[in-house]
């Protein structure tokens, strides 16, 4: 005989596994809304959209809750091009907070690196006045953790590569697709000096970068972006509330981000975590009973640009820390879940602490 906790988890899965109402919340954000870049009017339509979605699935305690945060924007003008040893546009995309090129395009001879450890190696006798292509190939693991060591290269590569004088910085896309389809990220600079324009290469074209210098030739790049870091914006973290019974004081937060980037449409990064968190809601709520622990739902602003929304979050609700039992977020795409990662430095503490 189950008990009725355990029926109710069971039904729960058969509950998720019957219907395709987390896919039609994809489908609309992603159709209805799109591009939601933090500080568009595309991020301001999501708010609306993820607050009438709370409401319907019956949340209680539904608001926005004001994000302060760091925007930035792309700019028309994105040129990477090649210009020895021949010319060839490349595709190419600025990474999100990059300087821009001012009074034209950036010209340089490029050098590689293949590791942030090159970099250093290569010191300023070579890097001074030179593009830095740093040549990662994201490896494909099923973890993902494929992603980490590819992404510490790109946000903090440019400002390691600027210390030692270079004026530019490309990487080949922090991707595993090998179709000429630039994927952008965050960087983030090391101080005012290590401010350089960077730009992330399609697979295909860092790769064909790859091969020209090993073959030897002299490759110069020129790069040209009109991106622009804007000081500081307005975002909104939704959220919205099952509360507990006997121990409501205790939070379990589940999140998601709302924002895109701008050159997608944001449909498994993160539509399909924010999905997640308002179809999981939605079942919790239509069980019989409540849960003795509050269940928190928030759909975090600006995650793409550095985090602003959840430190956002952090900040606003320092004073409940202790309350919070548990906290995850859903931005690992869909597919069935095989694993649940806990931060290294938080293995050790206890549940609420
Ligand atoms: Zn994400």
Redesign the pocket.
């Known amino acids: 005989m189950k008990s009725s906790e355990e029926q109710w988890l069971l039904d729960l899965r058969a509950s998720a596994r019957a219907d395709s109402r987390a896919y039609d919340l994809v489908r609309s954000l992603t159709d209805d809304v799109g591009p939601r870049f933090s500080g568009t009017p595309g991020e301001a339509a999501a708010v609306q959209w993820a607050l009438e979605a709370m409401r319907r699935v019956g949340l209680t305690n539904v608001r926005a809750e004001p994000a302060p945060t760091v925007l930035w924007e792309r700019g028309a003008v994105e040129r990477v091009e090649l210009l020895a040893p021949r010319r060839e546009r490349l595709v190419a995309t600025a990474l999100g907070g990059s300087v821009p090129t001012l009074g034209g395009a950036v010209e340089a001879q490029v050098v590689e690196a293949t590791s942030m450890e090159e970099i250093d190696r290569l010191g300023r006798e070579k890097l001074e006045g030179r593009i830095l292509y740093l040549h990662h190939v994201m490896p494909r693991l099923q973890d993902g953790t494929g992603y980490n060591a590819g992404g510490w290269a790109r946000t903090a590569g440019a400002s390691r590569a600027a210390k030692y004088g270079a004026v530019g910085f490309v990487i080949r896309s922090i991707a595993t697709h090998s179709m000429r389809v630039a994927h952008s990220g965050v960087l983030h600079y090391d101080g005012d000096l290590g401010k350089i324009p960077a730009a992330a290469l399609s697979p295909p074209d860092g790769d064909l970068l790859h091969r020209l210098i090993a073959g030897g030739a002299r490759v110069r790049l020129a790069i040209e972006l009109g991106c622009r870091p804007m000081p500081a914006g307005e975002s909104s973290n939704v959220i919205g509330e099952i509360p507990g019974t006997d121990l409501a004081d205790q939070i379990v937060l589940f999140g998601a ?1 709302l924002d895109s980037w701008d050159v997608g449409r944001g449909a498994v ?2 539509g399909a975590g924010c999905a997640m968190a308002l179809d999981v809601a939605r079942m919790i709520h239509a069980l019989p009973k409540r849960p003795r622990r509050t269940l928190r739902i928030a759909l975090f602003a600006n ?2 640009l550095g985090a602003g929304g959840g430190r956002a979050y952090a900040a606003a609700h320092a004073g409940e820390a202790s309350r919070h039992y548990v906290a995850m977020e859903a ?1 690992q795409g869909d597919g069935a879940p095989w694993a649940l990662r806990v931060p290294e430095h938080r293995k050790d503490a206890p549940a609420g602490g």
Request: net charge negative.
């Open positions: 981000h990064d993160d995650e793409e931005d």
